[in-house]
Structures are given as structure tokens and as C-alpha cells.
């Protein structure tokens, strides 16, 4: 549209140009000084171009109002369209940057909760590891009371078999013939003797 009105324009104006040169009065051959009358032709020449004029300037000012209306409008809605532009970029980078705020904020309390679950966590394996070695302990001095209390058993029932050997080797070699011959003979006679007191 614009170019249209743009083109008709050019064409009106280079209309005019060549109108306006044919309507100018043209020199003639040089006339006699004493010929002093004008042509009658000549003035309806200019009012043919006047006419002409008028009607080209009657085109450009109907035609170039709106066309630089038109242009001014769309200059205005540019325009307004990079205000608008703008402000959602404004907006747009008010929005990143409170978001890099809060991203460090974040950052911040993420680091300090790592580092408050990492120590809250090296608290708790200490605390269970000296808990284990705790359980560790006890269990070894139970297993060596365990073991000392049998080894005591074992050393007792050795020393027991060790004493029932040597008593019985001392025995066997003091006992004769005689010997047991009054031992058997004291033994009756008690078994006597208890059977007679029961009798009673």
C-alpha cells in the first residue's frame, strides 16, 4: 500500500514536471520589436497548467496525509511494541535475578544442612561405633571370665585326679595282705554293729 501511494506520487509529480514544461511559454523566433501583442494561446497555457497544478496538488494532498499517518502509526506501534518489549525484559530480568538471589539462598541452606546432616551423621556413627566396641568388650570379658572360670574347672579336675592318683599309688603300696584282711574285718564289724543298734 504504501509503495503504491509512493509510486503515484513519482508519477504524479514527473506528470507535473513535464506538463509544467510544455504549458511554459516557449521562445519563439525572435519577433520584430515592433510586434509588441501577446499570443492569446499563451494564457490559456497557463491556466491549463495551473489547473493541472492544482489537480496534482489536489492528488499529493490526499494521497501523502494518510500515507504519513499511516507511517506515523506504525512508528507509534513499534514503538509501543519496544516499551512492551522492554518492560517484559525488565520484568523478565527482575524475575532472574530474584530467582539468582533465591538460587544462593538456596545454595546457602543446602550447604549448611549438608553440613548439619554430615556432622549429625558423624555423631551417629561415633556414637555406634564406641556402642559396638562397647558390646565388643563386654563380649570378651564374658568369653575370658567364660574361659578362666573353665580352665579353673579343668585345673581343679586335674588336681583332684592328680590327689585320687597319688592316694591311691600310697595305698596300693602300703596295703598287704594284713591290711586288708583288718579293714575287711573292721568293716564287718561295724555293719555288725549298726544292724544290732537298729535291731534295739
Sequence with gaps: MIRRVGL???????????????????????????????????????????????????????????????????????????????????????????RLKNLEREIESLRQSAHAETAAEGARLRAETEHHLQRIREQSAQEIALMTRGAKDELRKYAAQLAVGLAAERISSRMNPALQEDLVNGFMGDLERRAASRAN
Design 8 to 98: 503515484r506520487i513519482v508519477l504524479a509529480f514527473a506528470l507535473a514536471l513535464a506538463l509544467a514544461s510544455y504549458a511554459l511559454p516557449q521562445e519563439s523566433a525572435p519577433k520584430s520589436q515592433t510586434q509588441t501583442e501577446e499570443n492569446p494561446m499563451t494564457g490559456w497555457k497557463w491556466a491549463n497548467f495551473l489547473i493541472l497544478a492544482a489537480g496534482i496538488g489536489y492528488l499529493i494532498g490526499k494521497s501523502v496525509p494518510p500515507l504519513f499517518r499511516k507511517q506515523s502509526e506504525e512508528i507509534t506501534a513499534a514503538l509501543a511494541e519496544a516499551a512492551k518489549i522492554k518492560h517484559e525484559a525488565g520484568l523478565y530480568a527482575a524475575g532472574v535475578e530474584a
